[in-house]
C-alpha cells in the first residue's frame, strides 16, 4: 500500500493517520505490526501508530526526547549521547516526553 502526497502535504499528521488508518482496516484485526521507520517523524506520529496497537523501530535524530527504560532518566535529547560513526542499539524505552496521553 502507498500513497503519493504533494511536498507541501508531507509531515502532515492529518495525511500520515489517514493512511495508517486505511493501512489499519486492510489487515486482519489479530495481525502483529511492527513499523519500520525512518527519522523525522514526529510525536504524533508515534502517539498514533501505538494508539493502533502497533510497534516501531527506526533511527532518531535532532531533539527527539527520550527515556531509556535501563537508566530511567527523563530528558534525554539525541544531542546529549556521545556521536559515533556507526549505528548503536540503546535498548528499549520511551521515544516521546510524557503527556496526558502516555505511549
Same mark, same amino acid.
Given at each position: 500500500?502507498?500513497?503519493?502526497?504533494?511536498?507541501?502535504?508531507?509531515?502532515?499528521?492529518?495525511?500520515?493517520?489517514?493512511?495508517?488508518?486505511?493501512?489499519?482496516?486492510?489487515?486482519?484485526?489479530?495481525? =502483529?505490526?511492527?513499523?519500520?521507520?525512518?527519522?523525522?517523524?514526529?510525536?504524533?506520529?508515534?502517539?498514533?501508530?501505538?494508539?493502533?496497537?502497533?510497534?516501531?523501530?527506526?533511527?532518531? =535524530?535532532?531533539?527527539?526526547?527520550? &527515556?531509556?527504560?535501563?537508566?530511567?532518566?527523563?530528558?534525554?535529547?539525541?544531542?546529549? &549521547?556521545?556521536? &559515533?560513526?556507526?549505528?548503536?542499539?540503546?535498548?528499549?524505552?520511551?521515544?516521546?516526553?510524557?503527556?496526558?496521553?502516555?505511549?
Amino acid at each position: 500500500m502507498s500513497k503519493v502526497v504533494l511536498f507541501e502535504k508531507q509531515n502532515n499528521p492529518l495525511i500520515q493517520n489517514n493512511f495508517l488508518d486505511s493501512f489499519a482496516q486492510s489487515l486482519p484485526p489479530d495481525a =502483529r505490526v511492527i513499523i519500520v521507520k525512518n527519522a523525522g517523524f514526529q510525536n504524533a506520529w508515534f502517539h498514533h501508530i501505538t494508539s493502533l496497537g502497533w510497534d516501531f523501530i527506526g533511527r532518531i =535524530r535532532n531533539n527527539v526526547h527520550f &527515556c531509556l527504560d535501563k537508566t530511567r532518566e527523563i530528558g534525554l535529547k539525541v544531542s546529549d &549521547c556521545l556521536e &559515533c560513526k556507526t549505528p548503536e542499539y540503546m535498548g528499549q524505552g520511551k521515544l516521546v516526553k510524557e503527556t496526558k496521553k502516555s505511549i
